[in-house]
């Protein structure tokens, strides 16, 4: 009886200790401003209001015609960042390499609304490994390719 008790016992625990071996892709990105924070969960980045903990809009990439080879889910683990002017800077981890300025005063309705792109910037050759800086006019924004972007944050070109 003894044996069967510390062979469940050790089963158990061999579970247990086994189940922290999977992981986690990414940690989520997260970030405020004002009563809004931005959370960035590998599939989308929703914006939930402080407040009441209400969901007020997800960005999930743009809208395609359908998963074709060749082409990746959008991935968004880096903290999205917040301008000035309410601009919502999202860097894509996804094989796009995309880096998207969303308009969250510009909403499309939905079951849960979705901001407008204000602009994209689409010439990094690697996935953006950290959140982007914001000095006066510019986006600084790390990149795996080797390279810090400078972008213009009014049209998202390069410096």
């Not at 922290?20 to 929703?46: E, P, R």
């Not at 009441?52 to 960005?59: D, H, I, K, Q, S």
């Amino acid at each position: 009886m003894r044996k069967k008790i510390l062979l469940i016992v050790l089963a158990l625990l061999a579970v247990v200790l086994l189940s922290g071996c999977t992981g986690s892709t990414s940690w989520f990105g997260l970030s405020a401003s004002g009563d809004v924070a931005y959370i960035a969960n590998n599939t989308a980045v929703h914006a939930i209001d402080l407040k009441t903990g209400a969901e007020l809009w997800n960005f999930s990439g743009e809208k395609s015609s359908g998963f074709s080879l060749g082409k990746s889910p959008k991935l968004f683990d880096v903290s999205p960042v917040v301008t000035e002017d309410g601009l919502v800077i999202i860097p894509s981890s996804g094989n796009d390499h995309a880096m998207f300025a969303v308009d969250p005063k510009d909403l499309v309705d939905g079951k849960i609304p979705t901001p407008n792109i204000a602009w994209k910037f689409t010439g990094a050759k690697g996935h953006w490994i950290a959140a982007p800086l914001i000095v006066g006019g510019h986006l600084f924004a790390p990149n795996s390719d080797g390279n810090i972007y400078v972008l213009d944050m009014n049209d998202g070109k390069s410096v």
